[in-house]
């Protein structure tokens, strides 16, 4: 389990680009879009 802000900088050492996270109301769940680099 990751924290956003956890996730956010374990995408960033892999190369990828955070970009916009959804969150539940009750904060159980996430979703986050990444873009590859090209």
Do not use: C, E, M, N
Request: hydrophobic fraction near 50%; proline fraction near 8%; aromatic fraction near 14%.
């Amino acid at each position: 389990k990751f924290t956003v802000q956890g996730l956010r900088a374990l995408a960033l050492q892999a190369g990828f680009q955070p970009g916009q996270v959804w969150v539940d109301p009750q904060k159980l769940f996430s979703l986050h879009w990444l873009r590859a680099p090209l």
